[in-house]
């Protein structure tokens, strides 16, 4: 069992992109809460798509597992057709959200400064953010791995947006069924806690979780787990069965 670094308590989250209906929702929490101990010693957060979020409170209220938005608007309120406020998420009870993730980088062109700036509306309105950094496969061939972290960072970190957990999820791990290597995946981790001291000091850097995210399974959560600086992980597929997704958590090394 891998023990928590720094006080660091370990946190897995599934995100559920553009899947499910009510009716999964609700079948998948009652069964995941029926295969969880009373107190596990992971953080749980479940994202689901918006139209889920009601079913999804319904059904885990009272629980140990948390739930947050998958995105929101940087703005608290206006006429912006089609997105979601912070305070539209607090309201729903949601106590997290994630910022940045890839497929909104890539397919809605967020910019590194918006994700900086929808991860303070975050904190404005009481949600911890989830500040997700990675590159593309690209990126990692032409040796820009650190480059593309630095800069996502300090665009998020320029705000300020503290509290914040991080989730490192390499763009060509994600969906793929191709994972990093536990080291590989470990030394994006200890750079981006390594740029985490610089900016903000060791001590605050150190009590900083950072999650993985790109393919994670039942069968490779525990070697993943077992690395110093993996605090965590982000699931994305393999979320959507519960068996799968509780297979990650007594898995995981995290105890």
């Known amino acids: 069992m891998k023990e928590p670094q720094s006080g660091r308590r370990p946190l897995i989250a599934a995100n559920w992109k553009m899947h499910l209906l009510r009716q999964d929702a609700s079948g998948f929490c009652r069964t995941l809460r029926s295969l969880l101990p009373s107190s596990p010693n992971v953080e749980l957060v479940i994202f689901p798509g918006f139209t889920l979020l009601p079913t ?30 912070g305070e539209q998420l607090a309201d729903i009870g ?22 900086g700036e929808k991860a303070l509306s975050a904190r404005r309105h009481g949600l911890q953010p989830l500040l997700c950094v990675g590159e593309t496969s690209e990126e990692r061939q032409s040796g820009r791995t650190f480059e593309v972290l630095d800069r ?6 320029a705000h300020r947006p503290q509290p914040f957990v991080l989730a490192y999820e390499p763009v060509w791990a994600i969906g793929t069924g191709e994972t990093a290597t536990p080291a590989l995946a470990q030394k994006a981790h200890e750079h981006l806690r390594m740029r985490l001291g610089e ?14 995210g790109g393919s994670v399974k039942p069968g490779n959560a525990a070697e ?9 992980f982000l699931v994305g597929g393999a979320s959507l069965d519960p068996a799968s997704f509780s297979g990650i958590i007594s898995n995981s090394g995290f105890g």
């Open 224 to 232: 993943l787990g077992a690395e110093k600086d993996i605090d965590g």
């Open 94 to 115: 949601c106590s997290w959200v994630l910022c940045g993730h890839s497929e909104r980088r890539q397919n809605h062109r967020e910019s590194d400064r918006l994700v």
């Open 56 to 85: 999804v409170a319904q059904e885990l209220v009272g629980s140990t597992v948390a739930w947050g938005g998958q995105d929101l608007h940087q703005e608290a309120k206006g006429a912006h057709t089609g997105d979601v406020s």
């Open 152 to 157: 996502q960072l300090e665009a998020a970190l």
């Open 199 to 212: 900016t903000l000091g060791k001590a605050w850097a150190d009590e900083v979780r950072i999650l993985y």
